[in-house]
């Protein structure tokens, strides 16, 4: 008897491993999506972020616009689907959650029913959960990031103003939430480097001409007001680096300031912010972290 109950355990043990073997460990998969341009290399420094996000599980980058072979936004999603992963994070490499941009995501996703005007993909065709997470807004990595960049560009804080600028969106409201969450940044810009002043400014490149206007004047008339009294600097808070730095760069044609052709996807915290922004997103949703 007691031998038979040493076979059956035996026989219970290789069963367990063979049930384990065939159903591996659940893992959560990352999905990376930003713009797109037509730019190469302003994709490419975004997929090479992609690479350097520390993820146990698979990870996609993929693009709404312009995507270069491979990443196409259904196909990269159909890849990770195609791994048995049980959620799919899906993290907006964007400024803002306010925005045409984030909205059409969302319905990717699920999360909004009404199909926004300019979606061109397909709803996410997948058995994993998807679970989406904010933009940048005013993370605190992200402010990290600006006041980095801030400090290269300084020489002496005290007798310098910085400007920092966005895209920003078309709807008016929602360009209101963008400038909050950057004012939020150039606070702590100023606080942590002593500007005497920070401001913030959205370019809304793609609203109406009398919109995208205003905002033109906008710009030039803080970095105008802002270099009688002291040295400016300009900041853009911009994904990548590509067409906008020199949209800004046009728009402020004949103001003497100084600018860096800078983009949060090149610097090391861009990364990190990805992996936490992904994490808090599971621990909301009661994931157990254990990577």
Avoid: C
């Amino acid at each position: 008897m007691r031998s038979m109950a040493k076979l059956l355990a035996g026989l219970a043990a290789a069963l367990l491993v063979s049930v384990v073997a065939a159903f591996p460990q659940e893992r959560d998969s990352l999905l990376v999506i930003a713009h797109g341009s037509r730019q190469a290399d302003w994709n490419n420094r975004v997929i090479r972020l992609g690479e350097k996000v520390n993820w146990s599980g698979p990870v996609g980058v993929a693009f709404l616009m312009n995507a270069p072979e491979g990443h196409d936004l259904n196909e990269v999603v159909s890849k990770l689907d195609e791994t048995g992963v049980a959620r799919i994070v899906v993290l907006p490499l964007m400024v803002s959650s306010y925005g045409e941009h984030y909205e059409e995501i969302r319905y990717y996703v699920g999360d909004r029913k009404e199909k926004p005007e300019h979606a061109h993909h397909s709803l996410f065709q997948t058995k994993a959960q998807l679970i989406l997470t904010p933009a940048m807004d005013e993370h605190e990595v992200i402010s990290r990031i600006l006041t980095e960049q801030a400090r290269a560009m300084s020489k002496e804080a005290a007798n310098e103003s910085l400007v920092l600028v966005a895209h920003g969106p078309t709807d008016d409201d929602f360009n209101l939430q963008w400038l909050a969450k950057l004012g939020r940044h150039a606070e702590r810009v100023r606080r942590s480097l002593g500007f005497r002043r920070v401001e913030v400014v959205t370019l809304r490149d793609d609203a109406p001409k009398p919109i995208r206007d205003a905002a033109t004047e906008q710009l030039r008339a803080n970095v105008s007001r802002a270099g009688q009294d002291s040295r400016v600097l300009v900041l853009p808070v911009l994904v990548s680096v590509g067409f906008i730095q020199r949209q800004i760069r046009e728009r402020l044609e004949g103001l003497d300031y100084q600018m860096t052709d800078s983009g949060i996807a090149d610097h090391p915290l861009a990364a990190e912010w990805i992996r936490q922004q992904a994490r808090t997103a599971l621990a909301v949703k009661g994931v157990e972290l254990s990577q």
